[in-house]
């Protein structure tokens, strides 16, 4: 199977390791516009979603509209500043 997008990776996973509860963890810039991913639908019906806490997105809480949308099965978490990206960590294993 071609992995596209994040839903096309969790039903690999569902077959793989059908027994284990994954959880797709994500900061919080991404809780916009997460409900307008292609295949959004899919994802969501496979497994639930973390969102966290970060930098420059304050306007990001537990009442954001996406996390009551859908209550349990996106869920926003409040946790201290780490002052690293992701481009940063792959610019670093270089």
């Known amino acids: 199977m071609h992995i596209k997008y994040t839903a096309d990776l ?24 997460i409900d307008k991913w292609e295949k959004f639908n899919s994802l969501i019906k496979l497994t639930d979603i973390a969102i966290f806490s970060r ?9 954001t509209a996406i996390f009551k949308k859908y209550n ?18 792959r610019q670093e294993e270089k």
């Open 10 to 33: 969790f039903e690999i996973i569902k077959v793989e390791a059908p027994i284990i509860d994954f959880i797709f963890i994500a900061g919080a810039d991404i809780a916009i516009n």
């Open 55 to 63: 930098g420059g997105y304050n306007e990001i809480n537990s009442d």
């Open 72 to 89: 349990n099965k996106i869920k926003f978490f409040e946790i201290d500043e780490v002052e690293i990206s992701s481009t940063k960590i």
